[in-house]
């Protein structure tokens, strides 16, 4: 049909993560960009290489291939995906979510033996992140960050003091490095 909407339902990534997770943060659901690229936080606007890369002291975490960044969060014991499995939404507003199936955030959480805890990107994220694991989450630290996206509307380094709180979970420079060098087969 002329001018209709191409389908809106939209789809969560699989779970970034291996059974040396200790640190999980969970987005939204892919915006756009994202999901064109079949990469998590694509859009050259969101901050969230910059943001981790600090944490993690790799400043030069942006120009790395994809495949790369993703080893290198795996070393320093971090997993990525998001608290919303599919949900309708035009456009790559959290706003915009409609009618959302939510992940099962408490089954990978059972599948992460090291996990220490588990960070929101974002509001959104957050509030359905409650919903699915209710009040109770063990010994798991639950933070919420701010959003990465640029629809929050913060200065970067407003952020990156926000983010640094998940410095203590991520696994150290030194010991990330042999992880990369001794893979676990």
Same mark, same amino acid.
Request: overall charge positive; aromatic content about 6%; glycine content about 10%.
């Given at each position: 049909?002329?001018?209709?909407?191409?389908?809106?339902?939209? /789809?969560?990534?699989?779970?970034?993560?291996?059974?040396?997770?200790?640190?999980?943060?969970?987005?939204?659901? &892919?915006?756009?960009?994202? #999901?064109?690229?079949?990469? *998590? *936080?694509?859009?050259?606007?969101?901050? %969230?290489?910059?943001?981790?890369?600090?944490?993690?002291?790799?400043?030069?975490?942006?120009?790395?291939? *994809?495949?790369?960044?993703? @080893?290198?969060?795996?070393?320093?014991?971090?997993?990525?995906? @998001?608290?919303?499995?599919?949900? $309708?939404?035009?456009?790559?507003?959290?706003?915009?979510?409609?009618?959302? /199936?939510?992940?099962?955030?408490?089954?990978?959480?059972?599948?992460?033996? !090291?996990?220490?805890?588990? =960070? %929101?990107?974002?509001?959104?994220?957050?509030? $359905?992140? =409650?919903?699915?694991?209710?009040? $109770?989450?063990?010994? #798991?630290?639950?933070?919420?960050? #701010?959003?990465?996206? &640029?629809?929050?509307?913060?200065?970067?380094?407003?952020?990156?003091?926000?983010?640094?709180? #998940?410095?203590? %979970?991520?696994?150290?420079? @030194?010991?990330? !490095?042999?992880?990369?060098?001794? &893979?676990?087969?």
């Amino acid at each position: 049909m002329p001018g209709a909407e191409p389908s809106a339902r939209k /789809r969560a990534f699989d779970p970034v993560v291996d059974g040396d997770t200790r640190l999980l943060i969970l987005g939204s659901l &892919p915006g756009e960009a994202s #999901l064109k690229a079949g990469q *998590y *936080y694509a859009h050259p606007q969101n901050g %969230f290489w910059r943001l981790i890369g600090g944490v993690i002291g790799r400043l030069d975490l942006t120009g790395q291939p *994809y495949a790369e960044r993703l @080893d290198i969060l795996k070393a320093h014991g971090i997993g990525l995906w @998001d608290v919303i499995a599919e949900a $309708e939404r035009i456009g790559s507003l959290d706003t915009a979510i409609r009618l959302p /199936r939510l992940a099962d955030l408490k089954g990978l959480i059972a599948a992460l033996p !090291r996990l220490e805890a588990i =960070a %929101f990107n974002g509001g959104k994220a957050a509030r $359905e992140g =409650a919903r699915v694991l209710g009040p $109770e989450t063990g010994n #798991l630290v639950r933070l919420t960050l #701010l959003s990465s996206s &640029p629809a929050m509307a913060r200065p970067i380094a407003w952020k990156a003091n926000d983010w640094a709180v #998940l410095r203590p %979970f991520a696994r150290p420079a @030194d010991v990330a !490095r042999d992880h990369m060098s001794h &893979p676990k087969t």
